[in-house]
Nanobody
Framework: QVQLVESGGGVMQAGDSLRLSCAAS????????MGWFRQAPGKEREFVAAITWRGGRTYYTDSVKGRFTISRDNAKNTVALQMNSLKPEDTAAYYC?????????????????WGQGTQVTVSS
């Protein structure tokens, strides 16, 4: 079983920057990609960003393009989400996920393992 642990959440002001990190452990050798999702109260979990583990190809939802950057460190088995110009609508619990399957990366069904989440709150 792959274990994922997120860190870096917090309470921020609009316009601030924040960096989330996700550490993966266990049998990560066949990871195809890792992603970040978020879930606001009363809403469904939504895709934020993803990165392929070997090629480093990135994907973003439109609402975060130009503000968020996903990156990975293969040697440390970590993936990060740099979030700039935060907005109140970015408030959510952020989840890290990984998949070993060669699939479309923008849906929750694509991922095999999930972290417990870290809360990001952005006030105006």
């Amino acid at each position: 079983q792959v274990q994922l642990v997120e860190s870096g959440g917090g309470v921020m002001q609009a316009g601030d920057s924040l960096r989330l990190s996700c550490a993966a452990s266990g049998p990560t050798f066949n990871t195809y990609a890792m992603g970040w999702f978020r879930q606001a109260p009363g809403k469904e979990r939504e895709f934020v960003a993803a990165i392929t583990w070997r090629g480093g190809r990135t994907y973003y939802t439109d609402s975060v393009k130009g503000r968020f950057t996903i990156s990975r460190d293969n040697a440390k088995n970590t993936v990060a989400l740099q979030m700039n110009s935060l907005k109140p609508e970015d408030t959510a619990a952020y989840y890290c996920a990984s998949t070993s399957r060669f699939v479309v990366l923008t849906t929750t069904d694509a991922y095999d393992y999930w972290g417990q989440g870290t809360q990001v709150t952005v006030s105006s």
